[in-house]
């Protein structure tokens, strides 16, 4: 399932795929297998949660879910060989179905996104309709609530020991381009070279398809003098 998440991501397709594994009570010895085949997030069901009872799950059922986390189909692993190309492809078709972003209004915000910040797909990339200077789609692109104020986008900053620049700050993970750029007098505007399609990822599994950047700046800073960094989600 990794291997899949991978594939998909390896993509670059508009759609971001989270996988999280739940292990059945009882079956705890396995766990520790579980953790040398993979990177898959993995959770140990117990009383009295007994997810797999609430939830009716077959042992190796795959349940995938749409972006609001209601589930959309279940594909089961015993009877779908994964070792079969035919099965492989089935289930990731599966995956890019239920994940994809659909824009029927092409303005480039999807309309999941617009129904769940504003009840409806009216909302316009350049909008601001909570006032706060920062329009629709860098708030979308940023992961932060066009519809309430104080939440804005926002970058975590840091200098390690070598005097590299570090910045860390949530974002979109499908198909958002970030440019980075850097200037000396808040005038003259640079590229800066860095390319988001290379920056490190954690998924946050908040069902909100945001994932945890973090990108660096190549080479060491200067040891004295000022400089500035502006970063621009790209539509």
């Known amino acids: 399932m990794s291997a899949i998440q991978a594939e998909l991501r390896a993509e670059k397709s508009d759609f971001n795929i989270e996988l999280l594994g739940i292990n059945q009570t009882g079956q705890g010895p396995y766990n520790d297998l579980m953790y040398s085949l993979g990177n898959i997030p993995w959770l140990q069901d117990a009383f009295p949660e007994l997810v797999w009872s609430r939830w009716g799950v077959t042992y190796r059922d795959v349940w995938i879910l749409d972006p609001e986390n209601r589930m959309v189909s279940v594909y089961n692993l015993t009877a779908n060989d994964l070792g079969l190309a035919t099965k492989r492809n089935a289930l990731k078709q599966l995956f890019r179905d239920a994940a994809r972003a659909v824009d029927v209004d092409n303005d480039k915000l999807p309309d999941l996104w617009e129904q769940h910040y504003f009840g409806n797909i ?20 940023f992961g932060t609530n066009p519809a309430f104020a104080p939440s804005r986008p926002w970058l975590i900053p840091r200098i390690t020991a070598g005097r590299q620049l570090v910045v860390t700050f949530r974002r979109f993970s499908g198909a958002v381009d970030f440019a980075v750029d850097l200037s000396a007098d808040l005038t003259q505007w640079a590229p800066s070279g860095s390319s988001s399609a290379s920056w490190p990822s954690r998924n946050l599994f908040d069902g909100s398809g945001n994932v945890e ?22 539509r």
């Open 122 to 141: 009216d909302a316009t990339p350049l909008g601001d309709g909570d006032g706060d200077g920062v329009d629709n789609y860098t708030e979308f692109a």
């Open 213 to 234: 950047t973090t990108f660096s700046l190549s080479g060491a800073l200067p040891s004295q003098g000022t400089g500035f960094l502006r970063m621009r989600a790209v």
